[in-house]
């Protein structure tokens, strides 16, 4: 019972790519959040021009990478017969 069919290794591959995607998000929330621990507390972080665009596009970048996760995991919550135990 080694081999499965092309179908469940569509699906576990389908599975491995929302992980890394989710992977790949935790890791800029982390970042996000290591940045914002250098701040004392009850003090604002404070972003220059440059490091608001950045900060942005990190954001930008989590929140894609989230909605990418979330889609894969869709096709196969649409294909449950798909799913090997």
């Given at each position: 019972m080694a081999n499965t069919d092309s179908t469940s290794r569509s699906t576990q591959s389908v599975l491995l790519e929302a992980?890394?995607?989710?992977?790949?998000?935790?890791?800029?929330?982390?970042?996000?959040?290591?940045?914002?621990?250098?701040?004392?507390?009850?003090?604002?972080?404070?972003?220059?021009?440059?490091?608001l665009t950045g900060f942005y596009y990190v954001m930008k970048n989590a929140i894609d990478l989230i909605k990418e996760a979330e889609a894969l995991i869709e096709t196969v919550r649409k294909q449950p017969e798909a799913l090997t135990v």
């Open positions: 992980v890394d995607k989710l992977d790949e998000a935790k890791a800029l929330a982390t970042f996000v959040q290591s940045i914002s621990l250098n701040a004392r507390a009850g003090e604002a972080v404070i972003l220059q021009p440059a490091q």
